[in-house]
């Protein structure tokens, strides 16, 4: 047994013969139908090449967006289902599984549907491993259980972080919500040498400042409690400059007109800051290219709108340059990473946004905590 006391492939009885159920996070980009970024159905690759090798009968399972507990064609998995076939012939893919009200109540009714006729478990959903679902936590109580390789190396990589990393560490979070990462900051204050915060978020601590943000975003109901941590000497930077978008414009369409313009982080009324400035990316770029361990989070702009994507850009090709160990978690980030092109020169880029974000808070995960006390693999 590896770090965290999970379960891994090896633990598993002999699977040739068996029936195994593999949970994956297949829940990947798609832009009307069509998948835009395939990395989270490659990443299971390893698991499902290890298990088919052995001759094992692969059967995999995944939640796609957020349909509401009933079937929704907007939801279903058919395009992930063509593209597994490509990728991995021979692998049956069930349908939706958040189309049944049983997986995010996590009703042993539906567990117990699940793992019928199952010999064995496989979590390889490292994305979904913070959720409480049926198809994370039930079949370990039932089935001989193991966490896939892609669960095994997330927990390594992101574990390592929390208990062990080269210093200085600094971790980069961007992303729109205060809200959602406050915990992980304060987490991170306490492994990380500095936290960089740039995206919608640092708005708020701006504001906590006393700065005037004119109309960007901000989570008013956050700024006490960003305030509290800035008094109390954290180690976190902020922008020193930022791109706006004046009165009139519109996010992701420059036709509307509306004035760029870089300035300070007194922003006048009806302004609205949508990316790091120049000498923000700078500084932030200089303490990447300094530290010996990065994690970064959460874009530092509205990068899909070319006019609002410098800061992300520049501090992407920081982070591929750096001789750091680097790691990049979340959707956002790493979809920037590749659009950039620079994915192949990040150390580790996570499958997960959220889970990464709680194994970092927390140290653990419950699709963990329930591999760690399923059923031994000996029956
Ligand atoms: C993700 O994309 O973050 C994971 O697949 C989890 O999805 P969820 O946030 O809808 O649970
Ligand atoms: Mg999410």
């Known amino acids: 047994m590896p770090a965290f006391g999970v379960p891994t492939l090896e633990d598993l009885p002999p699977v040739k013969g068996a029936r195994v159920l593999l949970r994956a996070d297949f829940n990947v980009p798609l832009h009307e139908g069509r998948i835009t970024d395939d990395l989270r159905i490659r990443a299971a690759l390893p698991t499902i090449t290890w298990l088919q090798e052995r001759g094992a009968t692969v059967v995999a399972a995944t939640h796609l967006g957020r349909p509401k507990g009933a079937p929704d064609p907007r939801y279903s998995v058919t395009p992930v ?73 997330e927990v390594e990589v992101l574990g390592g972080l929390r208990e062990h990393p080269n210093r200085p560490f600094v971790a980069v979070l961007g992303g729109s919500k ?61 922008p020193s400059d930022v791109t706006a978008l004046g009165p009139g414009g519109k996010i992701g369409d420059p036709s509307v007109g509306g004035e ?36 970064w989070n959460g874009p530092m702009g509205v990068f899909e709108d070319p006019r609002f994507e410098a800061g992300t850009r520049t501090l992407a090709e920081a982070v591929a340059e750096s001789t750091a160990f ?21 150390d580790h880029i996570s499958t997960g946004g959220g889970a990464s974000l709680e194994l970092l808070e927390h140290g653990d995960l419950p699709g963990l905590a329930a591999l760690r006390g399923s059923k031994p693999g000996a029956t």
């Open 260 to 295: 760029v313009r870089q300035m300070g982080t007194s922003l006048p009324d009806g302004w609205m800051g949508l990316d790091i400035g120049p000498g923000t990316s700078a500084e932030f770029s200089d303490a990447v290219l300094d530290a010996r361990t990065v994690f």
């Open 326 to 346: 680097t790691v990049v978690g979340g959707g956002d980030s790493a979809a920037a990473v590749a659009q950039f092109g620079l994915a192949d020169r990040i």
């Open 178 to 238: 205060v809200s959602d990462k406050l915990k992980v900051i304060e987490s991170l204050l306490s492994v990380a040498d500095e936290v960089l915060i740039g995206g919608g978020m640092c708005f708020t601590f701006l504001k906590a400042l006393g700065h005037p943000i004119g109309a960007s975003l901000c989570e008013d109901d956050m700024v006490d409690a960003c305030r509290a941590l800035l008094d109390g000497g954290a180690a976190i930077r902020l």
């Open 81 to 153: 289902r063509e593209r597994l076939a490509e990728l991995a012939p021979g692998v049956e893919l069930l349908e939706n599984l958040r189309f049944h009200p049983g997986e995010t109540s996590n009703d042993p009714a539906f567990v117990a549907e699940l793992i019928t006729g199952f010999d064995a478990y496989v979590n390889d959903a490292f994305g979904a491993s913070h959720r409480s679902h049926a198809s994370i936590v039930g079949p370990p109580q039932h089935l001989p259980s193991a966490a896939g390789r892609l669960l095994e190396r």
